[in-house]
């Protein structure tokens, strides 16, 4: 963000641009004094561009479980614009040592709809940790609690909306090129049949991404036209097939894969499956036990 030097803010402007309403802005500057520090004609006066600064920061301390106070204190602080960014990574980073505070913490920014701080604070998590233990000990938990949540009040749809694209485009953003993957034919993840939740398949790509193998993803709603296809074409060492629902974990799917040689080994994932009815196919219970099974096709 970077304002034209001429360039001051009112406080509508300014509510707009961080994602607060006007009269939080007023709270700010009477109680914590982080108010604009421009005049221009007629007494009006404007936020400049280190003002913005200071705000946008104060704003995603609070955030992060930050005492209003402690926060503007910071941010008063806060004397360089392009220092924004660091110190809010830092002081992030300083205030999610547990999972149940980092998960509070995407709560409290998922209800605000601050994607930036989602991506921002998962990203962090998977470059530490690891996507499958991110998925396990962070995902997993936040995104069963916003289904919980929307189940009790049956609102906040859009939450769950943009956390499930922001999380997609983590899980995408965090993977490495491979150069030289260990797998010399790519493993095949697809979602058969209407199937539309892929964030799983996501999942699962970044995690075998850090395991340099490589994969063909089909993503969501794939035709078994389009399975045969890529099956008979690059003979993928696995295949894994996801599904939410029970109308989209067809048996039949995985019956008509091509035959070929050698044989791929076929693991399929999530809750639209009757393991009963796939007697030649692996049901994986989590995510580190399809990048076992997954591990073991290519010959790891």
């Not at 209003?68 to 960014?85: M, N, Q, R, Y």
């Not at 996507?131 to 929307?150: F, K």
């Not at 499956?273 to 030649?280: A, F, G, M, P, Q």
Request: net charge positive; proline share 6%; charged share 20%.
């Amino acid at each position: 963000m970077s304002l034209p030097e001429t360039e001051f803010l009112t406080v509508a402007a300014v509510a707009r641009l961080i994602g607060v309403a006007p009269a939080t802005l007023r709270t700010w500057d009477r109680r914590y004094g982080l108010g604009p520090s421009r005049h221009t004609s007629g007494s009006h006066r404007r936020y400049s561009e280190l003002d913005v600064s200071r705000l946008t920061l104060m704003r995603k301390l609070i955030s992060t479980g930050v005492a209003p106070a402690d926060a503007a204190l910071t941010a008063i602080a806060l004397k360089e614009k392009s220092g924004v960014s660091k110190e809010v990574r830092r002081k992030v980073t300083k205030a999610i040592d547990s999972p149940d505070i980092l998960i509070a913490t995407l709560m409290r920014a998922a209800s605000a709809l601050d994607s930036a701080l989602v991506e921002e604070i998962v990203l962090t998590q998977i470059k530490k940790f690891g996507v499958a233990t991110c998925w396990r000990d962070l995902i997993s938990p936040l995104l069963i609690q916003i289904g919980e949540n929307w189940e009790k009040s049956n609102s906040d749809i859009e939450v769950e909306h943009m956390l499930s694209e922001v999380l997609q485009r983590t899980l995408r953003v965090s993977q490495e090129p491979l150069s030289k993957p260990i797998n010399s034919r790519p493993v095949l993840l697809a979602c058969p049949g209407e199937e539309l939740h892929t964030l799983p398949l996501h999942a699962l790509a970044a995690a075998l991404s850090e395991q340099n193998i490589e994969v063909h993803f089909l993503g969501a709603r794939t035709p078994i036209s389009a399975l045969s296809a890529v099956v008979k074409r690059s003979a993928p060492p696995a295949v894994f097939l996801w599904a939410t629902m029970a109308s989209n974990g067809d048996h039949k799917i995985v019956s008509a894969l091509p035959k070929i040689r050698p044989t791929p080994r076929i693991l399929l994932g999530g809750p639209g499956w009757k393991v009963e009815n796939c007697k030649t196919a692996t049901f994986v219970t989590d995510l580190d036990h399809a990048c076992s099974e997954i591990t073991r096709a290519v010959g790891a």
